[in-house]
């Protein structure tokens, strides 16, 4: 499947045309990944999008560490990310910290990297591209949070 056609089933770039498609897909790269290689990292500063291509990555947060059954401390990925899933969107918005650690859950694993100074600007130049897109995070972090909240209320906290 080409980056075009990946971007195109992507819910961050749902509702833009074949050649607005185009144009986020001009800017950026696809990068190769083994297993257990860290693509971000929590509390690290923030810059690109990832747009899961093939293989999978897994989302971890410190806040979710418990110990295993031998007592060793682990990290419970909260969720894992398959093709044209994206994540890291959080960038675009305000370049603050990164909230979870990505690691790449199986060999062979290809991101699609887009720099976020680069999509800013495009979405700055075309303000369809801009509303479509920023609307589309905003439907993410909605669902994420409302995901979250349903899980901590489901465990006897707040929701």
């Known amino acids: 499947m080409s980056v075009t056609e990946l971007l195109r089933l992507s819910e961050l770039f749902h509702e833009l045309t074949s050649e607005q498609i185009e144009q986020v897909t001009v800017l950026g790269q696809e990068k190769a ?3 257990g290689d860290i693509v971000i990292l929590e509390g690290d500063p923030s810059d690109d999008i990832y747009v899961v291509c093939s293989g999978l990555v897994e989302v971890e947060v410190s806040q979710e560490v418990v110990p295993d059954v031998a007592g060793r401390l682990q990290v419970n990925p909260i969720v894992r990310l398959g ?30 990297i887009i720099p976020r100074q680069a ?41």
């Open 119 to 159: 999509l800013l600007d495009l979405c700055n130049t075309n303000h369809h591209i801009g509303f479509a897109v920023m609307r589309n995070i905003a439907a993410d972090l909605s669902f994420k949070l409302r995901h979250r909240n349903l899980q901590v209320g489901l465990s006897g906290g707040v929701t």
């Open 83 to 112: 093709r044209g899933q994206v994540f890291g969107e959080m960038a675009l918005l305000d370049r603050g910290a990164r909230s979870a650690t990505v690691r790449c859950a199986v060999d062979g694993t290809t991101l699609y």
């Open 33 to 35: 990944y083994s297993r």
